[in-house]
């Protein structure tokens, strides 16, 4: 037996996150899909402006597979209110702030805006559920 909070034990039923859990996966989710279908796209449409190697985008699609499948994996434990995918979630959108503050200074008002509300609200989503389990 477990003594372990974080690891239900045998035969309970499966805990969920509450609302701020369920939309800080919603963003992590949503993030994983977008990284997803870059990793498709990605391919396609280098093929027509080869800069570099087929090599070298064959090798960043998979890298951002990777990603979605990692990210997705968070998602999926934020949803199910686990607590180790909070600290997961908190490294990914800390690093994505310099991401959308440079978006903003580079003229993509728009994006980067998109990814700094969405990274600050993720970021406040996890802190209260995080509050919320205690």
Same mark, same amino acid.
């Given at each position: 037996?477990?003594?372990?909070?974080?690891?239900?034990?045998?035969?309970?039923?499966?805990?969920?996150?509450?609302?701020?859990?369920?939309?800080?996966?919603? $963003?992590?989710?949503?993030?994983?899909?977008?990284?997803?279908?870059?990793?498709?796209?990605?391919?396609?449409?280098?093929?027509?402006?080869?800069?570099?190697?087929?090599?070298?985008?064959?090798?960043?699609?998979?890298?951002?597979?990777?990603?979605?499948?990692?990210?997705?994996?968070?998602?999926?434990?934020?949803?199910?209110?686990?607590?180790?995918?909070?600290?997961?979630?908190?490294?990914? @959108?800390?690093?994505? @702030?310099p991401?959308?503050?440079?978006?903003?200074?580079?003229?993509?008002?728009?994006v980067?805006?998109? $990814?700094?509300?969405?990274?600050?609200?993720?970021?406040?989503?996890?802190?209260?559920?995080?509050?919320?389990?205690l």
């Open positions: 037996m477990s003594t372990d909070d974080s690891i239900p034990p045998a035969g309970a039923p499966p805990r969920h996150a509450g609302t701020p859990g369920l939309v800080a996966a919603a $963003i992590i989710g949503l993030q994983a899909l977008g990284f997803a279908a870059f990793a498709l796209v990605f391919p396609l449409v280098a093929a027509e402006r080869a800069s570099l190697s087929r090599t070298s985008h064959l090798m960043f699609s998979v890298v951002m597979a990777l990603l979605a499948a990692g990210l997705g994996l968070v998602a999926r434990g934020l949803w199910r209110g686990l607590n180790w995918p909070r600290t997961a979630t908190v490294v990914w @959108l800390v690093l994505l @702030l991401v959308g503050w440079a978006m903003v200074q580079a003229g993509w008002g728009q980067g805006m998109l $990814i700094l509300g969405s990274t600050v609200a993720g970021l406040a989503a996890v802190v209260v559920e995080g509050r919320n389990a």
